[in-house]
């Protein structure tokens, strides 16, 4: 399968702060991001977790192998991180076939995408990512390309204007976005196949950071794992990266083996708390409940407050600490739940408020 994609103490704490700063980075290095092509699983027997959409894939695969046939379009969605781009991955390497990788905001002009959908050969796999920032003009042309495997293409100007309807290879389209709901209503119906990604279980995360460590050559014990897991927002991406910063703070302190001590010690030292909640994180409910007494607030504020781009804390922060139980959403805006008062040292107090 090919990818296609457009003094001591002072030297301690020195060491420490790099440490942090390469946690809480917002841009991945070219290391970690050949490490995390490294550490995608390859097919559906080495992904863990996602059972029932595993099984219903495979399912599909099997049978549009017996038929000789592209697999139906299929559309993911869900939080980021939950494994969106390696399932496409994964989908394209049961089927032997090639995938060509792009996303949304690349395919700013109808040439854009029309060059790759005439490039496709027979039963390739064309994923996008974030799909639903795919401009109008860009998703009328899918629209022909995906049902009838066809692009419609205009010659002539005025009355000699002439519509030419150019057959194109059968091919799989899959599309990935944390916004399903953003997407139209004709794109999203022409999906033969939808399915969101749910977050992970401590004992999936523990699962996948085993097979990870094993991958870099790192001794780890259960505990370990399992230390880690737990404050990793129940999403795969965040343990891989947390094992990579436990990794680094094992090496400079000359730890063999990562136990729960050492995980411990070291995510602490990266000021994420037990629950997976990070600097940013605690900083939003401080503001809400410090500032605005528990909420409701709505988005722009907190934003503004925070100095973040809305759609970052709606698709980045908002959807863990929802899951978490630290945050409500209302008619009226967010609010913070008794459970992050308590969480986060303060008196809990019942909402005075109508929520509505």
Known sequence: MTIISNDNDSDGKKLEKKLLHRAIEPKETDLDRSLDKSLRPKNLNDYIGQTQLKNTLLISINAAQQRNESVDHLLLYGPPGLGKTTLAIIIANEMGVNIRISSAPALERPRDIVGILMGMKDSEVLFIDEIHRLNKVTEEILYPAMEDYKLDRTTGKGQSAKILRIPIPKFTLIGATTRAGALSGPLRDRFGIVHRLEFYSNEDLACIIKRAAGILNVNITEDGCLAIASRARCTPR???????????YAQVHNQKIIDSEVANKSLELLQVDKFGLEIVDRELLQLMIEKHNGGPVGLETLAAALGEDPRTIE?????????????????????VSPYAYKHLGYDSKPFQQSLF
Do not use: C, H, M, S
């Open 238 to 248: 965040i343990a891989n990266r947390l094992l990579k910063r436990v990794r680094d």
């Open 315 to 335: 698709d980045v922060y908002e959807p863990y600490l929802l899951q978490a139980g630290f945050l409500n959403r209302t008619p009226r805006g967010r609010t």
